[in-house]
């Protein structure tokens, strides 16, 4: 599956950002998804992931009760809604895809198999 993610941006701390992940090539429900990050200078971390069919859901604990992640397989769509936004949120973003035949949404970047370019989200103090 081609993933290719759009709508980072910047806001001031406190606001809020929709990103977008468009897949194509193959069904997007036979994938697990998921969103990572990374900030100049460091590792690329986990965000926020997705089982196939969007029941499952799971977060790093720096954006729990913030972040919303949902997808919409009639659209082979994915989206990460960002509120209250902080400065360390800042970085460029990357969906990801993992085939699975089960309905967890575990995604690591070590076991994806698909990535998007990457979106830049800039918060400002």
């Known amino acids: 599956v081609q993933l290719q993610a759009s709508g980072g941006g910047l806001v001031q701390a406190g606001g809020s950002l929709r990103l977008s992940c468009a897949a194509s090539?193959?069904?997007?429900?036979?994938?697990?998804a998921g969103w990572f990050r990374q900030a100049p200078g460091t590792e690329r971390e986990f965000v926020a992931s997705?089982?196939?069919?969007?029941?499952?859901?799971d977060y790093a604990d720096s954006v729990k009760g913030r972040f919303t992640i949902a997808r919409d397989n009639a659209k082979n769509t994915m989206f990460l809604q960002m509120n209250g936004l902080k400065p360390e949120d800042t970085g460029v973003y990357y969906c990801?895809?993992?085939?699975?035949?089960?309905?967890?949404?575990?995604?690591?970047?070590?076991?994806?198999?698909?990535w998007g370019q990457g979106t830049q989200v800039t918060v400002s103090s």
């Open positions: 990801a895809a993992r085939f699975t035949v089960t309905g967890t949404s575990y995604i690591t970047q070590h076991n994806a198999n698909s």
């Open positions: 090539g193959e069904p997007f429900s036979g994938y697990a």
């Open positions: 997705v089982s196939r069919g969007g029941k499952i859901t």
